[in-house]
């Protein structure tokens, strides 16, 4: 007897969940554009160590953070939006499988993406302060204080909605998995 077209429709929907494996290859040829940046940024600092301030160290190192921040953010989306949507790692044995894969999901990445964009804004937040700072330490009256104000003002607002955007995505989860905890209990 032969399967009817909708099972044929449905494998071939199912199938489909392939075609994303080409952008999850692109995000790690991404992750190698910024191990090849990090490198730039660290020859940079070792070699002009002795002619930088300590306030230019501060901001390159922080530039080095902020780069193994994405990096981090595109291991996340790639591992685990590979794992959630397109197929299962066969890593059950591997000794550095990451603890967070175990149990991820969709909603369980939309968190943790939310809290290292979060992470990646705190950066970005402090080296502005950092600058500003400087700025104001260098030339406290030629100063330009009011576009600083605005320009700062902005980041701060940017980062205030990731903060309030990651709090609502996680309660949002939270939400729904209590929602399917009550449900099951309900049914047995």
Same mark, same amino acid.
Do not use: C
């Given at each position: ?49 002795? $002619? =930088?301030?300590?306030? /230019? ?7 080095? &953070?902020?780069?193994?921040? #994405?990096?981090?953010? %595109? ?68 100063? $330009? =204080?009011?576009?600083? /104000? ?7 607002? &940017?980062?205030?909605?990731? #903060?309030?955007?990651? %709090? ?21």
């Amino acid at each position: 007897m032969s399967k009817p077209f909708s099972h044929h429709l449905e494998a071939f929907l199912f199938g489909s969940r392939w075609l994303q494996a080409p952008l999850y290859l692109g995000l790690v040829f991404a992750q190698g554009v910024y191990v090849f940046k990090f490198l730039q940024e660290l020859v940079h600092l070792v070699s002009h160590t002795v $002619s =930088l301030s300590e306030v /230019e160290i501060m901001l390159i190192v922080l530039g080095l &953070i902020d780069v193994v921040m #994405v990096a981090n953010l %595109l291991i996340m989306v790639t591992v685990g939006g590979y794992q959630t949507f397109v197929s299962r790692l066969d890593l059950d044995d591997h000794p550095d499988q990451p603890e967070w894969l175990s149990h991820v999901n969709a909603g369980v990445l939309k968190v943790k993406l939310a809290t290292a964009l979060i992470g990646i804004s705190s950066i970005h937040l402090l080296k502005t302060f950092i600058e500003v700072g400087s700025k104001m330490a260098q030339a406290p009256d030629a100063f $330009s =204080l009011t576009k600083l /104000e605005h320009g700062v003002m902005f980041q701060v607002g &940017i980062h205030l909605t990731f #903060v309030i955007s990651a %709090l609502l995505m996680a309660y949002t989860d939270k939400l729904m998995n209590s929602t399917l905890v009550l449900t099951k209990e309900l049914e047995h």
